[in-house]
Structures are given as structure tokens and as C-alpha cells.
């Protein structure tokens, strides 16, 4: 294996990575946020290096009910070897600026991968001992029903949606992780194959369609007679009224007139919408981009909450039902400026 001399370029991005590394122990490293109609400030369960923080006598206090275990630092040995384990990596990152072995920095950023693996199994087994080792006398008991929050991403849990994601601290790591990846990928022959292949094209092909792929919020369909409106509480019955939000979180809310859907963005404004979805009026229960849609308003349209509005996935479809409900045409932007 090459062990030649790193250049002057990777021994900056070290020390920055060194310095990611250590400050990262002053920072939380994970975040479980969780919502709920009754905490609509939502609670935040924040993971350091070496303790638990956030709201954590209120989500024990809340997990005694449905008989999950009580959240305790010392209960977890995690805590007392990861500030000595991050601080090992930085200090490791900080000695290759002066070593300048390429074989070192190769070994350092192996041994980072495999730790980031490692650590996030034990997380999931953290979360799943958590979610499924309950009380069978605790005070609910859902049967079938598990409580273990997702690794990451977006997860409902009763009436409790969670949000799992790396705080300040979890994403300095992974920083640290992506700067190694373009050192080993400078001082090797990686390079040179990138070079050769002329690939630039293509990572930067990749690189679009994996943001495209992590913004885009896939449409839920309404469960008729099933689903309740989210903010007028009433069964959502007919899906050519319905709508739908999806948060940035990836949380949905569902509603049964199209006017409840911007009635409640009105009153949750700080609720991140992400997209937003109104059935086809001309077709039962299909959802359709509210950006893209055609609006009717007025006339004889009988929504379930007399909002009024209906909306089509083309314009000669809007056409052909203004004069049947002697309604008249409106704009998206029109609708959620009311």
C-alpha cells in the first residue's frame, strides 16, 4: 500500500476534520422530536456523547403510561467510552496533519466508517429494546402495538409523531466523514480513476436524482370512512373533497374539504409544508398537486365544511363542471390567501 506523503490541501481539511470531531462533544449528536395534538410545541429528546437531554422527565413521565422503560444516562455505558472514543478519532485526524501518511489516513477513515455502523446498530437496538420490552400492566396496552421510534426519518406512534435526525453534533460527524471520503479520494488512485472515466458527469447525475429522491413526498391516499379530518375532526367521507399535507418531516395531515387544509396551515403556521395534495373532483378520492390543479369556487359545490372550493387535474375538466355548479374559476394562490 502507498504510504507516501499527503498533500498540503488534505492536511487542512484534517485539521478541519479534527476540529469537527473534538467540538462535536459539546453538541448533542441525535434529536427525537415528537408531536402530538396535546403538546403542540412538541417535546425533543436529545442524545450527547455522554448524557440524555431535552424534555426527559416529561417523555418518561408519558412512557410509564404505555409501560416503555424510564430514561436514565447511567443506564446506558455508551456514555462513558464515546467522548473517549470521538476524542480518540479527532486527536488520531489531528496527529495525521504531522504523520502525513496516506496509510493512516486510510486506516483512520475504515475505522470511522465502522464505527458510524456500529453505532448506528446499537442505536437501533437501543430504540427496539425501548419500543417493544413494555410492561404488560402498564396502564395502556395496545395489542400488537410496538413503540420503537425509527433510526431516522419520520414515524407516527399512537397520536405521537417522531422525528428522528442528527442534531449539531451528529452532523459535524458526518462532516468529519464526508471531508475524510475527499482526502482518500485525492491522495489515491481514485482520483485518477475519476479523471479517466470522465464520471464528474455522472456523480453529478446522482447527486440530483438523490436530493430530488429525498424531497419528494409520495402522496397517501385518503382511507374513506376510516381517516378523520385533521382539522375539523369529522370522518373524511367523499375523496373528491379531501386534501392533504405533507410536512418536511414527512409527517401527513389529511383533511375532507379543501378549505380545512388551508384553515389548518393558517393556524399551524409553523408547520413546514412541504407539499401540498387536493383530490380531482372529477374523480373519487385522487389526490393531485394542489400547484398544478385547477380550482372551481362558489356556486353549487357542497363541500362537507361548506368551503367551497373543488379542484381538477386539467382545465377542460374545470371547464366542463363550471357551468353544472355555476361556480367560477380560481387561483391556488387565491385560495390559501384567504
Known sequence: MNTSKIAVFS??????????????????MWRIELTAPQY???????????????????????????????????????????PCILGFFGLFALAMVFVAK?????????SFVLFGVLAGVDFYRWN?????????????????????????????LLNFGAYSIPDIG???????????FVIIVKETRFSRIFRKQNIQPTLFLLLSFFIFSCSNKEVVPL???????????MSIAEGKYGAEVITKKGRVYKFDDIMCMVNYCKENAD???????????????????????????GGAIQSPMHGGVVAFSSEKGSKEFESKLNAK?????????R
Open 170 to 180: 451528529g452532523w459535524m460527524m458526518i462532516t468529519a466523514g464526508v471531508l475524510l
Open 11 to 28: 492536511k487542512v481539511l484534517l485539521l478541519i476534520v479534527s476540529a469537527l470531531l473534538l467540538y462535536s462533544l459539546l453538541f448533542p
Open 271 to 297: 408547520t413546514k409544508i412541504e407539499v401540498y395534495y387536493v383530490n380531482d373532483f372529477a374523480q373519487e378520492n385522487n389526490l393531485i398537486p394542489a400547484e398544478t390543479a385547477f380550482f372551481l369556487s
Open 329 to 337: 374559476p380560481i387561483t391556488w394562490n387565491a385560495i390559501i390567501s
Open 223 to 233: 382511507k374513506l370512512n376510516v381517516d378523520n379530518c385533521d382539522f375539523c375532526k
Open 40 to 82: 403542540p410545541e412538541g417535546l425533543v429528546l436529545q442524545l450527547h456523547a455522554n448524557k440524555i437531554g431535552g424534555d426527559v422527565d416529561i417523555i418518561n413521565g408519558l412512557n410509564h403510561y404505555i409501560g416503555m422503560k424510564t430514561l436514565h444516562t447511567e443506564d446506558f455505558m455508551e456514555f462513558k467510552f464515546l
Open 102 to 110: 496516506r496509510k493512516g489516513v486510510i486506516i483512520l477513515f475504515t
Open 128 to 156: 427496539y429494546e425501548y419500543g417493544h420490552n413494555l410492561n404488560p400492566n402498564a396502564a395502556i396496552v395496545v395489542p400488537g402495538m410496538a413503540y420503537q421510534p425509527p433510526l431516522i426519518g419520520y414515524k407516527q
